[in-house]
């Protein structure tokens, strides 16, 4: 009874993983024939051209935010301060500061 028990144990296992490994060599095999091939492609060019779209937008987005800054800075420096007008604003940027001339020492 015992072997018989065994028996039909290793039958199911081994039929339950010959089904697995078909499913698995099928899956395998479609994706690598000519259509599966075709069907990546497309799809990974398709993911390729969005990602492009969306890096062009961050780009232009932040290309005007960084030349709105420039423009800031370069407005800032073409008139001499008012001594008796307000103090210059501090304006920072991620590559240099403007200081007050008062707040200097200068």
């Known amino acids: 009874m015992r072997r018989l028990f065994w028996l039909s144990v290793g039958a199911g296992a081994g039929i339950y993983a010959t089904h697995r490994v078909k499913r698995r ?9 000519p259509g599966g091939v075709a069907a ?3 799809t990974a060019g398709q993911g390729a051209g969005d ?6 937008l961050d780009v232009r987005t932040e290309m005007r935010a960084r ?4 423009r800031e800075a370069a407005r800032m420096d073409e008139a001499p301060p008012d001594p008796e007008g307000p103090p ?5 940027a991620p590559r240099y500061t ?4 008062e707040k200097d020492g200068h």
């Open 40 to 42: 990546r492609a497309v």
């Open 25 to 33: 060599v099928e899956r395998i095999a479609q994706a690598w024939s």
């Open 88 to 92: 210059r604003r501090v304006l920072r």
């Open 51 to 56: 990602r492009l779209r969306h890096f062009a």
């Open 98 to 101: 403007i200081i007050d001339d």
């Open 67 to 70: 030349e709105a800054q420039l």
